[in-house]
């Protein structure tokens, strides 16, 4: 027989676990009873935090922006936000404030509500310097500071991302108009553009720095140039590459505008925007091994189909929207900003193709009286290009000095332009300003040559003759293809959104203003510097699509796309490169009526130029965000990613 202080202690024990048991059913039961019942420190609470992650990992069908805050400087036009950057670890934003010679230091723990936490100054470099690029990684900001005279030598700095110290400064090539890490951290890059001195008299060559930061103590400079391309300027021009600086070498005139780094960190991309052209670099032997023509694209053609033609408006004085087709008229991509992401295990440049002209001293009067050495520009309107009577009635005005020189006037070739009234001596109505007279295009190409790719003569009336004194296009080029584009590694086109931008923008289907309540086609193709300004820039680059930046949100890849004059980010899905989806159209410029500088805190947003994706894991927010500096408001706009998922 059991003892009875053995049966107490059975009984004891057996209601312990019977207690047990029901407090495991009770967690259970809350379970199950639906929002509300929790306790804090219940199981449920962890199961929430875990669903919390799962959802932001989790890859959205699409997305869309909204405005939650906004830092401005209170300067108009004066790019006193360009450039961002950003560091998780102290949750600031870094802003290149080219008006102040500096970076501004923004908190953005409450990114609804970013304040000025500092500055870092670059006068104790040297007086006078510029900034034109930051970039973070790690705890490390790298800035491109370029000299006060921007053909002599400048200076990549790095400092500390929590202290803002000044760690070191070291010596690079001119003008470091970009600058970024590798994704492994063991290198900084810095494309030096070396553009020349307004008269020409000073030429740099373009190059990339690569700074090996592996050893703060002790950085390696490498030079990764084009010296070894100028004996092939013949088969670079013949290929596509725009080589025409006055008396440049292959080096000189190449122009290093923006680097992107491949996900291991083997090849750079650089573009050369003035060029027309993309090189590849082998980071581990700091060597340009490729220069890739970007080509043209002709207007109109084959695919009409909506977001998929070639068409544009080419006029700012017709007084409407008029996106048509205009065959002979070729775009020039000249990319700006350039981005890169993987697929499929291959590499895919991302380019925002705002398109852009040589034109150095404008302001020099003695260069349009005809003294060619005193500047060179390349841009000319086609009515002033093509005219029966010459170039002399511009002379002195308007008319490039390097043209002037070369002939005494232009025609267009009737059997390409008839569709618009040119004859054999005579442009007709292509000159007028509803059709293409006010297009801004380059006289440095288009027009006929030999096999020696000297200029074949014609005479006024439109016959070919060696001692006549007109040259003869065949094709017009303008500036920029208005659009975005993907390109694969060996700088093969892949993907481009064609007119897309401004299909969009004219339709019905777009909302601007950061409520998304002001049609965008009362506003088509406006300026960033004006107030009312309905299609000002058609003749010129249209929206000009001028910065780009990319997000990994789940399994999907995104591009966002800063439209420079007419504002705001165009959204895209280019998970499969080959076949990039719209996604979103966001533009934070609230008043469009009023003159932005003389109602400035009205205006929101103008002119964006640089973009940072931040991702939901090293956002304050713990939601991916994307902020924007734009050059023209000075202000720093920062936008949710919004997820949405399919139901």
């Known amino acids: 027989m059991m003892p009875s202080w053995l049966r107490l202690l059975m009984v004891l024990f057996l209601a312990t676990l019977l207690v047990a048991c029901g407090s495991d059913d009770d967690d259970n039961d809350t ?3 639906g929002p509300g019942t929790e306790q804090p420190g219940d199981d449920d609470d962890t199961d929430d935090d875990d669903d919390s992650d799962d959802d932001q990992n989790t890859t959205p069908s699409s997305v869309s922006l909204s405005l939650i805050g906004r830092y401005a400087t209170g300067q108009f036009d004066e790019s006193a936000a360009e450039i961002t950057a950003f560091h998780a670890g102290s949750q600031r934003a870094f802003v290149v404030n080219a008006q102040a010679g500096a970076v501004d230091v923004l908190d953005l723990s409450d990114p609804a509500s970013p304040t000025k936490a500092g500055t870092i100054e670059t006068t104790e470099i040297e007086e006078g310097s510029v900034v034109n690029s930051v970039a973070v990684h790690g705890d490390l900001i790298a800035i491109a500071v370029q000299a006060p005279v ?49 008269d020409y008299s000073v030429d740099p060559e373009g190059s990339v720095s690569i700074l090996t930061i592996t050893d703060l103590d002790d950085i390696q400079v490498r030079t990764a140039g084009f010296q070894s391309f100028n004996e092939r300027q013949a088969e670079l021009k013949a290929e596509g590459v725009r080589i025409f600086g006055p008396n440049a070498s292959v080096a000189q005139d190449l122009e290093p505008e923006y680097i992107t780094v491949s996900e291991d960190s083997g090849l750079a991309f650089v573009s050369l ?21 970007l080509g043209y694209r002709e207007s109109g053609l084959e695919d009409l189909t909506y977001g998929g033609s070639r068409a544009f408006d080419a006029s700012d004085d017709d007084g409407e929207i008029n996106i ?6 070729w775009g020039t991509y000249h990319p700006d900003a350039i981005a890169s992401y993987s697929a499929g295990g291959q590499t895919y440049v991302v380019t925002a193709n705002e398109g852009d002209a040589r034109a150095w001293s404008e302001d020099t009067q003695e260069y349009w ?34 043209l002037a020189a070369m002939a005494s006037g232009a025609l267009l070739n009737p059997e390409t332009f008839g569709y618009c009234g040119a004859t054999a001596g005579d442009p007709g109505d292509c000159r007028e300003d509803e059709n293409l007279g006010r297009l801004n295009v380059t006289w440095t190409q288009g027009y006929r040559v030999d096999d020696a790719g000297e200029p074949v003569m014609f005479n006024a009336q439109g016959i070919e003759d060696p001692e006549g004194d ?28 064609r007119d897309g931008f401004e299909q969009y923008i004219a339709s019905d289907d ?120 734009n050059e023209v408001s000075g202000t720093t706009a920062v936008y949710r990613i919004n997820l949405e998922f399919e139901e």
Not at 324 to 329: S, Y
Not at 524 to 537: E, I, K, L, M, P
Not at 562 to 579: Q, S
């Open 470 to 497: 007109r040259l003869m296009y065949d094709r017009l080029y303008a500036f920029g293809t208005r659009d975005f584009a993907i390109w694969n590694a060996e700088g093969e086109l892949v993907w481009e959104s």
């Open 150 to 198: 921007k053909t002599d030598t400048g200076y990549v700095a790095l400092h500390n991302a929590e202290s803002l110290e000044l760690i070191t400064l070291v010596e690079v090539g001119a003008q470091p108009d970009m600058v970024t890490f590798t994704p492994d951290g063991e290198y900084v890059l810095a494309a030096n553009e070396g553009e020349p001195s307004d």
């Open 510 to 629: 777009c909302m601007a203003g950061s409520e998304r309540d002001i049609p965008c086609a009362d506003y088509f193709n406006s300026g960033h510097d004006d107030g009312d300004d309905f299609d000002s820039r058609s003749d010129a680059k249209g929206p000009e699509p001028e910065g780009v930046s990319i997000g990994h949100i789940g399994e999907k890849v995104f591009a966002f796309i800063n439209l420079e004059r007419m504002g705001g980010i165009m959204v895209y899905d280019v998970t499969d490169p080959a076949d990039a989806q719209f996604v979103d159209y966001y533009n934070s410029r609230d008043n469009w009526v009023d003159n932005p500088e003389e109602n400035l805190e009205a205006a929101g947003d103008l002119g964006p130029e640089g973009s940072t994706f931040i991702s939901a894991e090293d956002s304050p927010s713990g939601e991916p965000l994307l902020i924007v500096g």
């Open 369 to 402: 009286d005809g003294d060619t050495t005193k500047g060179f520009v390349e841009e000319i309107r086609v009515k002033h290009l093509v005219h029966a009577d010459g170039f002399e009635r511009r002379v002195g005005d308007d008319m490039p000095a390097h």
């Open 273 to 293: 925007q003035e060029n027309n052209a993309l090189a590849r670099i082998d980071l581990a032997s700091a060597t340009v091994t490729d220069v890739f023509p």
């Open 324 to 329: 048509q087709n205009w065959p002979g008229v």
């Open 31 to 33: 379970e199950d009873d």
